[in-house]
């Protein structure tokens, strides 16, 4: 039998592997490269289904998807990448057939398209790159939100088809709220979800900025009813990301329930000289498609500074270099 993750995998494949790449590195370019119009509406708001992330809409009719911008936020990437999610499904038979047989289809179809929104902003080789051989933690789950193009709810999404039974978190650590969470597993009676307040007292909100801990915790709901979980958690000023397993991925009894040891990292740690000014050290593993390390700090490789510095196509409105009379090599 299909499952979600099944349908938003298979609509993903059937784009052209160098669409896909174009809509990781610029998303309303590569969606302009599957025929679809984009329009940007700033008074648009939209509340699709049960409680959609994001503000747009989408015409399957004709092929055309609208958003509201956020100057400044990866959001609108979702947003534009959900939204080509609809037009997918509506499009798919195979896919609006198991839809209808979902005891809740209008929330199942949400939570379809921000599969293929996450798929689409963040390719199984970037996530391979980030999480290596696992078992992934918050640490990954920050690194991948700084790396994408993709908000964090899609970075969410992404790790979550890493987890078995958990959930990927990302918390509001000012007012102790979860921002999202993407559900994995039939097993979850408790859980952390959006726009929820944190327990009461919770550890995580004893991390400070710069901190990471893995241990064995809980998660408690407005009825003060108890689920207990491993979580491998990391702080920045804003932010928690964390990840909650219902099985122990860490070794956390191990060590008991306290922090675990950091295991000696095998990454290099090189001199690198950036286009951002930056001249020193960087630690990690180097990109898989420049070869550079990223840059501590303005946290790029080599990719950002070539895709810069090429055109974008007016045929087939991919970036390329070498244009000529505006049109790439592969449309002449």
Known sequence: MSTRRDHARRLVEAIKPRQRAAIASHPITGIKSLGYTVVAEPTLTSQRGAGGLCDGLSFAEHSTVMYSPTPGSKKENFTLLHEVGH??????????NWLA?????????????????????????????VVGTGPITGEDLKALVARSVASGPACAIALSNRLSSGAVVIIDRAIGRVVHSALRGDDLTVYPWRNTEVPVNHPLLMLRPGETATRKTFWADQWMRIQEYYVSATATEKRLYAIFSTTDLWGVEVFHGGHAPPAMSKAPRLGIRCHCGYVGRAFGWPCTTCGRQYCPKCEECDCPRRDRAQGTCIKCFLQAPELENGVCGECR
Do not use: G, K
Request: aromatic residues 0%; negative net charge.
């Open 87 to 96: 037009i997918l499904v509506e499009r798919d038979e195979d896919a609006l």
């Open 101 to 129: 047989d979902r005891d809740n289809p209008d929330s199942e179809v949400e939570r379809l398209c921000e599969e293929i929104a996450a798929d689409l902003a963040i390719p199984e080789r970037m996530v391979d790159d």
